[in-house]
């Protein structure tokens, strides 16, 4: 009974251990979630970082792309996937609760657990071996004659004792008295390291998230495909297109999957066809034009519908494809293409793309100057670049003055 209280309050103190190890309260605000957020998912172009810690300009653009998402009501499992596709899924600090990630919890657990097994096991053989090595050899030949051990004066006192039934000195030394506190010892020996195995799972699977970008196990450096993805965009930010589709090769080898390099591809076709339009002067770039001659919007969009696939509610994936339907000159194409902008804004995107394409569409194929200003004014709010707000800020003012007062001070009511 005493080994079965023993063994309870080792599990006992196991349990409290993990819990106290991995309990924390639910966030009661969004920005503390986004903290949190911010806090478990790794800078992918830092040696180690997460975003919340890093200067780079790849974490700040992920650190607002956190805040929205959780302004917008997403979950943390939503955003964490949605990071994961975009960047690769080594991007969250911490392993997946499923599948090979369970391998990262359970593995030190259980190699402390067979440990402590193995170790108790030992330690009672050990004792079983001391027992039957240290039995009285004259308790022995007591029992084999049938006759009582007598007392003799000359014997050693304390030794034998017929009067008060006391144990020989042999059987002092290996009785029960003695191997009770080495069970004892045994148990907790035992649940010490069963819970030390339990808080080192814990501190392993928190930590293991946290190595060099690229870096692999084995220690060798190896450009991951979600750290290609953050050069082939800065490169594009920067225009130089060719660089970056040479880079978004390089991450198609690595994984023709990731979603971000999807994007990055439609994005690429699509800077290329208005490169040739302003080329050859085919596109007024206020009209739904045929595209210009080596113009290859096929290609675009079918990595835009790959990625629709994978998560119709991708805002920007939805943005690009209406923005491509809507400039190719075919009826059921620009309709098509209106559907997949509506259901872009209809999402409250953070971006301002999708609400300037939109405005674009609303201005000059479905000459509704009122809605084309309520789409500009949404995608001022979303912060855009100087160069664009300018040119947002004009587009309204010649709209406003093209409608007259009357419909003017309508659309502003």
Not at 103 to 124: C, D, K, S, Y
Not at 210 to 229: K, P, V
Not at 262 to 267: C, K, Q, T, Y
Request: charged fraction near 25%.
């Amino acid at each position: 009974m005493r080994r079965i209280g023993w063994l309870v309050v080792a599990a006992v103190a196991i349990v409290a251990g993990v819990l106290a190890a991995t309990a924390s309260r639910p966030p009661a605000t969004e920005a503390e979630r986004a903290y949190e957020l911010k806090q478990a998912t790794l800078c992918p172009v830092c040696d180690g970082q997460s975003v919340l810690e890093s200067n780079a300009p790849a974490a700040a653009a992920m650190r607002r792309q956190i805040d929205l998402w959780v302004d917008a009501g997403r979950s943390d499992s939503q955003i964490r996937a949605d990071l994961a596709a975009a960047y690769g899924d080594d991007v969250n600090a911490l392993p997946p609760g499923q599948g090979i990630g369970t391998l990262v919890w359970a593995l030190p657990v259980a190699a402390f657990a067979a440990a402590g097994a193995g170790l108790w096991a030992a330690t009672r053989r050990w004792k079983l071996r001391a027992a039957a090595a240290g039995a009285p050899d004259d308790g022995a030949d007591s029992r084999s004659s049938g006759a009582r051990p007598s007392v003799d004066s000359d014997a050693e006192p304390g030794l034998v004792d017929d009067r008060s039934g006391s144990r020989s000195a042999a059987g002092i030394s290996g009785g029960e008295p003695r191997t009770r506190p080495a069970r004892l010892v045994s148990v907790a020996t035992v649940a010490a390291l069963l819970l030390v195995g339990a808080l080192a799972g814990v501190v392993v699977a928190r930590s293991a998230g946290l190595r060099l970008s690229g870096e692999t196990l084995s220690g060798d450096i190896d450009r991951s495909a979600r750290s290609l993805l953050v050069d082939a965009q800065r490169q594009f930010a920067a225009n130089q297109l060719d660089e970056s589709r040479a880079t978004l090769e390089e991450i198609f080898r690595l994984d023709r999957d990731l979603r971000g390099a999807l994007v990055l591809s439609a994005r690429l076709h699509l800077r290329h066809c208005e490169s040739l339009s302003a080329q050859d002067g085919s596109g007024s770039g206020e009209t739904a034009d045929a595209p210009a001659a080596g113009c290859d919007l096929q290609s675009a969009l079918v990595d835009l519908d790959r990625v629709l696939a994978d998560d119709p509610s991708d805002t920007e994936a939805l943005a690009l494809r209406g923005w491509l339907l809507v400039r190719i000159p075919d009826r059921e194409l620009v309709a098509a293409g209106i559907a997949s902008l509506d259901a872009a804004v209809a999402l409250e995107p953070g971006e301002f793309d999708p609400w300037v394409f939109r405005g674009y569409t609303a201005r000059f194929i479905e000459r509704d100057l009122s809605a084309a200003i309520g789409y500009y004014q949404a995608a001022l709010q979303r912060d855009p670049p100087p160069a664009m707000a300018a040119a947002l800020e004009s587009a309204i003012a010649e709209m406003e003055s093209e409608q007259g007062p009357q419909e003017s001070s309508g659309s502003a009511n």
